[in-house]
């Protein structure tokens, strides 16, 4: 099987910009995670979807905002960038939402300038 | 919330000694500790892990404890070799029939092995 694919793997944005960052889980997944990782806040759980809902949400402003279409496929979109926005963006997906692995992408490095 | 904490943030063994990675956890509630091995520039890879109804588990080389009355929970590595070199995470989270909450995350111990 395909593991988790991530686009793009590279972004660079400016401040106030939007940016829509996609996701593809391993085939059969149905939850998709997804995380922000930067050197000083380390690994921190943004939202999760399982068939098209938001089941969970992290603590991250409403800038941050995410959906899932029908085929498990995951965007994640960050309005109004922030210097702080900079990170590597991570997706995982499960087989389930039930105490199951994640497996995580690649990433997508976003830089704001 | 849950609040994971990860101890040393270094570790630094001989190639062939064995080491040892803590963690605590602050929400009883939790039930599933995964950890995962980040190398440089890749993607977190999940290495082993364990439920709450588990004391202990074992994959060759590595094995994880947990002790739920104490909420902390340990990554054993034995034997190690220069490939195990990497940041390694350990996590909590809860799980039920209603879905799952999101991994909470340790900051992240960078395992050094010394030839």
């Known amino acids: 099987k395909a593991g988790v694919t991530q686009t793009p793997r590279y972004l660079i944005k400016t401040r106030g910009q939007q940016v829509t960052l996609s996701c593809s889980p391993i085939s059969g997944h149905r939850s998709v995670s997804w995380y922000q990782q930067t050197p000083g806040q380390g690994l921190q759980f943004l939202f999760e979807?399982?068939?098209?809902?938001?089941?969970n949400k992290g603590n991250f402003p409403g800038r941050f905002s995410g959906r899932q279409f029908s085929n498990s496929r995951s965007e994640m979109n960050v309005s109004t960038l922030e210097l702080g926005d900079s990170a590597l963006y991570l997706c995982?997906?499960?087989?389930?939402?039930?105490?199951?692995?994640?497996?995580f992408g690649p990433g997508t490095r976003l830089t704001v300038l | 919330g849950e609040n994971v904490e990860q101890h040393p943030s270094t570790l630094s063994v001989q190639e062939g000694d064995s080491a040892v990675i803590k963690c605590t956890y602050s929400?009883?509630?939790?039930?599933?500790f995964p950890w995962y091995k980040q190398e440089l520039g890749k993607r977190p890879q999940l290495i082993i892990d364990?439920?709450?109804?588990?004391g202990e588990k074992k994959d060759q080389r590595i094995a994880v404890t947990l002790n739920k009355t104490a909420k902390h929970f340990s990554l054993h590595i034995t034997e190690t070799q220069p490939e195990d070199s990497a940041v390694y995470f350990c996590a909590a989270s809860y799980s039920s029939g209603g879905g799952a909450d999101g991994l909470t995350f340790g900051k992240g111990t960078h395992l050094i092995i010394q030839p």
């Open positions: 979807y399982f068939s098209e809902t938001q089941r």
């Open positions: 995982a997906s499960s087989p389930a939402g039930q105490l199951n692995e994640q497996f």
């Open positions: 364990i439920r709450s109804n588990v």
């Open positions: 929400d009883s509630a939790s039930n599933y």
